[in-house]
Every structure is written in structure tokens, then in C-alpha cells.
């Protein structure tokens, strides 16, 4: 970011630049201003590829994963990482809070390769400190706990610095249906109210900067005060620790320390947009990673759907990376297939965002796709699916198909049609995208 | 509607009323202005609950079935309607293409009830038809198959009036990615293209209407030319279709025939908004039916995502009906297991979209689910979900946990802040919803 605002074009920034296809003095100007991060600690430089997050970039999915306080297979987390990398992931990040907390965090740096990883320091501190402390550990602790972290390579970290000792203590008084719902707002939360001490990440926030710059590594300034209901949000609560968030963000940026901001939870479809808006307004363009939103309180089972509605509309305002829900949200750890399930429907919700966003440079995917399935290309369709094997499988449910499919079979339309069609010059892919325009971006 | 026109509260009405909780006068008001139709065929009076569609009104979720060209399994398609009628589908479409049509109907007829049952009388006119003519049927064939619909008791039926032999040309001649996708549009293209003569129910439209009226059944006036690619939306084509539609749609209201009019498709999603204010102005408020829609081309084997993100938006815009789509569209008929998935996408869409339309009426459900996760009350939570045997089977999916789920365990949020929550007098629904207000309707 330093290196960016004197005016060069870091290597990093080349490489993002050409992975996705923008200019780099412009992505360049974005990460001095603040408006792109850069996920890639500089000690894993050459192991991680360098992902860029906020405007202008495509919208990136993030995929948690690691062991919970009552399911610890170190295996089956693995096996989720490199689900993440197969099926087009963009980050993973190890929320691990059973077995060997450390342990699993160093077999995920590297089953996650080339992805960053990102993690939530807050619950080792909480959790070890607990216990060696028998009692609530000092506030150091918690910073010696992120170093650690930043140590062994992580590339960006969850700090729920926002959350004030008096913002916790108004969530636990307040009339919230869900007061708090956030992992580590809780565990900060008790520290607070057990030690009447300030939250450490904020009370020590230089030192804070001080760690994140030394590793080149990425701030995500946490939302304890996430709603968990859609009556919880927007509330002062929520409004409060993202104002917190701001100013703890303007000084980060004053030393260079790249930052990105998280944000809800559940919330009212309508109000998504405007939570994007806001939160744009208030951290002047910061990028905007989403949990969620979740626009019904009553999907459990199906999560990933009333996720991927909030976040394909959040992504399409202006969010930059999308936290995957899966289908085990609020009912369990995930399996490995739910894994996949939620990041297939997250992926799906960040591109319906881009082609907003972004226009023809992420619509020329959706012609490609439509112009082979106009022709009853199968093969170049599957291939262009976010999960050729599950295409392909449900393709030859009821056996092997042999021109059109078995929803319609001989009378498909493109078959009832094909005298007239015959000879027809089919479009190309830019003509379709001449025809879906820029125009269509400003609707 | 004519009752309701004529000032006075027909039967329907009231328990329409009854069901969704409204003023009768005023859902009278609504059926008499054309803004509500009621799906129930006069011959089924009794067996079927008349359902409601339209402004002021429940969002309705619409369950495709039927058998194909390929894979006749009556069996598999009867399963298909109960499993719509057990997971809270609000109507059932038989779309049989293949074996006994008129068998699978009345068949799907029985199995579907109380809801009520459309068809697209278009497939079973043209197919038999093509094969007792040896070549493209009479106009007055078209008719008649209508008629034996209605007389079997079909609450709607979705009749293609719109595609004129003019944007049939037009639409097999265009630039267009996919030039029809609609199955009933490309049959009634091919025989006007073949016979030189005009749509047969764009031509017969007054007798279509005195079908309509003797049985009190339900136009859905068909989109034979709904864009299938992102990249085909709104173009010249459908906007034709949708200006045809309004017409007839008029005339149809000037008789006391009760219209929907279905809508697309493929659309990218900063215009599905768009799509809806643009449906209600043409046709003055007229209940909208969509299809979708797909903000994405490229989630074959997840359209049941790409297509709740659309439809969510969409209902939360005004859209009435909600036709579900499942994992299998693009690829195949659907499993029954993949129409379970697809109707509880699309009822999560019409959900969210409904917590926007009707707000505290549709969020009660939201915040008694809330409430009871905040106290972590699990058999309460499960009977509010959608599926509870999924949502219970994945709780247990790694044992059966004791007081919080499997995600975190001891380090659940609600049970690390127990102590500083013990006591709390938790708000009540009614609370929660006044917080949530009417206000954020306006958002």
C-alpha cells in the first residue's frame, strides 16, 4: 500500500492486475487509496496467489472451514480446503476452536495452497488463554496470540476491534432478539464485562498496525454486532461498532495498513442495498466483505439459498467478497459435500453481482454458456458449468440423452424449430455482449 | 369476478380472505379491478382452496411436473405432486408431454389436491394433433383440446396468445442467443410458420374468453418469447409479446375474465426490478406469474439458486407467482427429490420477497424463529423450518448434540455470554416486529 501510494506499481499489484484483467495504475491507485486490499502475508510470497479485493475487482468467495468445539477431524478440514481450491474458491478461512488449534491452521496454509487464508485469531487467545490462565488471559495475550498467526503466514485476519467495552455492554442489555451472534464478539464481549478492561484490539490498536504492517497482511475489521435476526438489523448497535470501524479504518489507512471491513448477518432484502451504500459511504470505499446477508430467518437447512439472494444483490451494489453460508448454518459443523454446496451457490450469487459490476467482462461467461445451449452443445456446456460432474450426472439421470435433454426430448424447442432455424448465422459472444451493453449496468 | 364487480363479496373471496388474513371488500376490490385472480376451476368447487394471486397477497410458489418426451414414469410424476402438496407448494402445473396425457392429468389432478392445477393445453393439442392430422392440426383443434382441459377441471392454463405469426418470423429471423426457449411458444411458432396462419388463440380470442368464463377458470397468458439468455432480455421481442398480452388482457377484462401474465426467464439482476415495474405499468397491476427469473445462464445443476436470487427481488418488486426451477433445469426432468429442492428455493424466494410486500405480517414467522434460537429451543426451531426432517438430520449429522449445535459447541455465542444473559427478559415477537416495522418497506 505504501509502496503503491508512492507512486510505483508493486509486483503484487501486476499480478492481480493480470489475473483480472484491469489496469494496474488504476488498481494501483485503488490499494493506495484504500478501496483494494491485497490478500498475501509476505512471508508466503510465491506459495499464495495475490488476491485483490474491492472495486473494480471481481466479487471473491470465501469459504470457512475448521474444527468445532465438539467435531475436531483434522481430515475432514483438509478435505474441505481443498474442496475450496476444486471448486473455485477464492480464500478459505480456518475458523478451527478444537484439537490442535495451531496444528490445524499450518496443515490449512498449505492444503489451501494457492489461496489466502484467513483466520480469527480472537478464538485461540480466548480459548488457550482460558485455559492456561484459568481465568480470563491479560490483554497482551490476545496481540501475542495474532502475531503467532501473522508468523505462521496467515494472510488476512478477522479483529473484532470494534466492539468497545461500552458496546458490550449495551448488547447485553439491550432489547436485541439475538444480542450477540458473532464467535468472537462473544469471547471479547466476556472479557470485557468479566475484566472491565477495554477490548485489547482496540485498546491497542497501534501495535495492532504495527503487527499487520510488518507482515504485509490484511485487516478484517470484525462485526460482533452483526443482527442474527432481520428485526436486529441496523440497530444502534450494529450502526455503532461500523462507526468504530470507520475511524479505527482512517487510521489504519494513515499508516498504510491494508483494510477491509465486515459486514451482516441478516438482513431485509430491501435493505441490503442500502447496507451496502452505507457501509461505502461511512469507510469512504473501504472493501466490503459480507456474511451473507441472509434475507429470511427461517432457512435453516437451505441457508445457502436465503444467503446466496443477500449476497448476489450485495455484490451487485458494490461488495467485494462474499462469505460462504452453507447449508449446515445454524445447525451444525458442515460435511465436506456442504462445503461445496455452499460454495457453488456463493460463487453463483458473486458472478449474478459481477455481471452487474462489471458488465461484458463478466457476462461473457452467460454467452458462452447460452450460445452452446442454443446448439445443444453438451460437452462445451458442461464444461463451462460451475460443477461438470453434477451437470453431467444429472444430464443422464434417466439414462443417456441423445440429442436434447430429458425435460423435453424430441420436443425440445430448439428441435420443433430446427427447419426454420437451419442455416441461421448464430450470434457470436461479442455480439451478445454488445447487445447486453454497458447501458444495462446503469438500470 | 363479474360477482365482485357487481359490488358484493363472492365465497372466494371470503376465504381467500380468511386464509391470507386480509380485508375481503378490499381483495374484492382487487379481483374486480383485474389486480387479483382466484386459481380455481367452478367444476372443482369444494375440492380445490381457491387461491389467491395477486396484489396484497401471499407471494405463491407454483410446482412444474409432468411427464416428458423421453421418460414417461406416471408413478414418479403423481410422487411429484404430493411431495408439492407436503413441502407448501401453492399450485401444481402438469406439463405432460409424454404417454397418456389426458390420463397423467386427471391423475395429477387428484394427486395435487387442495391445490389447485394448471396445464399448457398448447403440448397436448399440437403433439396429438401433429399425429392424428399427419401434419400441423386445424386452428379449431387448438379449441377444442382448451376445452377438455377446462372440463377435466383445470383451475389455469397457460395459452400463448401473445406470439402473433409476425414476432414468430421475427423471432426465428432475430439476432437473438436462443431465438424460443418456450416449449408451448416454439409448437405454436412451427405451425404458423408451416400453415401461414395466425396464432389460433390470438385469432379466437372471444371464444377462448367464453371457455374461460363457463368454467371460471384462469388465463395465464403465456411467454412464448421470454428471453433464455441474459443476453436476449428485454429486447424487441419480448416486449412485443408483453404489449400483445396487455391488449388481449384488456379485452379479456372487459368480459370478467380473470389474467395473470407470465414473465421471463433469463434477466440479468439489476433488471429484474425493472422487468416488474415495467409488467404492472403495461398491464395496469395485472398479477404477475414469473418463470425465474435467472440472473445468471451459466448454474446448470444450481438453477434452483440462480433462480431464487431472481425471484426474491422480484417478488419483493410486486411479482405474484413464483414458478419454481430446479437443480435439473438446463439438463433434465427432475427427480422428485430435486422438485423438494426446487420448491423450497423458490418458497424461500416468495418469503423474502413477502417479509418486503407485506412486512410484519410475513415476518412472524422470521422473528419466532429468531426468538427461539436465541434460547436455543431446537424442537421449537426445527417445526418452524421449511423441512424439518432435513433441518433435524443435519443437526444430528455428527451425533446428537446436547445443548448448542455442532458448529461451536461450548463456544456458542448465546451460552459463552449465558451468565451476563441469565435473567434478561427476552423480547417477544410482537416486539421484535414493531422494531422491524413498516418502515423498512420503504427502504
Redesign the interface.
Known sequence: MLEARGGSVPGEVEEVARLEGVDPSKLARRLAEGRVVILRNARRSGRVRPTGVGEGLRTKVNVNLGT????VDVGMEAEKARIAVRYGADAVMDLS??GDITGVRRLILREAEPLPVGTVPT?QAW?EGVKRYKAMPPADWFLKVLEWHLRDGVDFATIHAGITRELAEKA?RS?????????G???L??WM?ETGEENPYYANWDYVLDLFAEYDAVISLGDALRP??????H?DLQLGELYVNARLLERARERGVQVMVEGPG?V????V??DVRMMKAITRGAPYYVLGPL????????D???S??GA??AA?KGADMICYIT???????P?PE?VKEGL??AR??A???D??KLGPRA?R???E???R??RLDWPG?FK????PE??RR??????S?TKA??????????L??G???KG?S??SVD???D??GDG??R?
Not at 295 to 302: K, R
Not at 394 to 399: A, L
Request: hydrophobic share 50%.
Open positions: 468445532s468445539g465438539t467435531v476452536i478444537g478464538y480459548i447485553v432489547r436485541r432478539v439475538e444480542p450477540i451472534v458473532s464467535r464478539g462473544a469471547m464481549a466476556a464485562l442474527g435476526a432481520i428485526a436486529d438489523a440497530d441478516h431485509p432484502l430491501n435493505r442495498a442500502l434475507v429470511t430467518d427461517v432457512a435453516a437447512g437451505y445457502h439459498i436465503a446466496a439472494i448476489a444483490i451487485a447449508p449446515a448454518e445454524h445447525l451444525s459443523l460435511t456442504q457453488i451457490a453463483i450469487a458472478h449474478a453481482g455481471i452487474v457476462a461467461w452467460d454467452a454458456m447460452s450460445i445451449r442454443a456446456m463451462l458449468t460451475l460443477d453434477r451437470a444429472i444430464h443422464s439421470q434417466f439414462g440423452p435433454c430429458d425435460m423435453c426430448g424430441q420436443y425440445c424447442a430448439f420443433i424449430l427447419k426454420w432455424l441461421r448464430w450470434p455480439e451478445a455482449l447487445r447486453l444495462h449496468r438500470c
